[in-house]
């Protein structure tokens, strides 16, 4: 069986040996393996974050792709490792909440067995590693391992739509400084306006281009989620805000369901 693609996915940082080690395991016990880093500097423990890089991030990988996923602040405790199949994509990870995305739709998910002696505090190389890279080489049987139903849930946070408003946040924020919210990015198209730390942004833009120096906007990314930004400027830094930073869509009832506003 040819080797399949694993993709890591981890907050162990740029500067950090533990994402190379991981791959050096992969790679001895599945040489014929090609490694991708999805992201190695997710914000340290955030399992939230990690999540939504890899719900708006998987599906642009061909099928059969294993995510290696490990964040991980409970390393070392009781807190099951887990693989999930969707039937197309795998996952391996700490039960943590981190694949709460899949379970919205069928899947299946079963315990990873331990090795004989893991380090506490580095399971990504001791249990992780070595299991995605089986998954990889196809020493892998999903009828010898033990399915679990109960997997840990954590939901990403929804907006709240109401007659006039939408009640949103900021769940990603960029390496450019742009503020990525909850809202999908069709609500855009009937805004009037969007608030945030007590700005108010009525300046809707297609791309960053179209957009003057120094005004902050609104757009629709390529997650198709509303995003703020300025041009060519951190918006985190101009804004002062960051995850977790209310924002408040007011829907003008005269607004084209088409395209923008552009004022």
């Excluded at 993709?7 to 393996?33: C, H, Q, W």
């Excluded at 887990?82 to 899947?107: M, Q, R, T």
């Excluded at 198209?189 to 906007?217: D, H, M, Q, R």
């Amino acid at each position: 069986m040819n080797s399949k693609t694993i993709v890591l996915l981890t907050d162990f940082g740029s500067n950090s040996p533990y994402p190379a080690i991981m791959k050096g395991v992969i790679l001895r016990e599945s040489p014929g393996a090609t490694i991708i880093d999805l992201c190695n500097s997710v914000r340290q423990f955030d399992v939230l974050e990690a999540q939504f890089l890899l719900k708006y991030s998987y599906r642009h990988f061909p099928e059969g792709t294993i995510f290696l996923a490990v964040v991980d602040p409970g390393v070392g405790s009781e807190r099951r490792a887990i693989y999930v199949f969707d039937g197309h994509y795998h996952f391996v990870g700490p039960d943590n909440g981190i694949f709460s995305f899949l379970f919205e739709k069928p899947y299946k998910a079963y315990e990873v067995p331990s090795s004989n002696a893991p380090s506490r505090t580095f399971h990504g190389r001791d249990i992780f590693a070595p299991f995605a890279a089986k998954l990889s080489n196809g020493s892998i049987k999903r009828s010898t391992l033990k399915e679990i139903f109960d997997p840990v849930s954590i939901k990403l946070p929804e907006p709240i739509e109401e007659e006039n408003t939408i009640e949103g946040e900021i769940i990603y924020v960029d390496q450019f400084g742009n503020l990525i919210t909850n809202i999908h990015g069709t609500h855009l198209y009937s805004a009037k306006e969007i608030k945030i730390k007590g700005l108010t942004i009525n300046l809707f833009v297609n791309c960053y281009a179209e957009a003057p120096p120094a005004f902050p906007i609104a757009l629709v990314n390529s997650f198709d989620l509303i995003e703020i930004a300025f041009r060519e400027e951190s918006a985190t830094r101009k804004l002062n805000a960051g995850i977790g930073e209310k924002v408040t869509l007011v829907k003008s009832p005269s607004a084209s369901s088409q395209t923008p506003q552009k004022q």
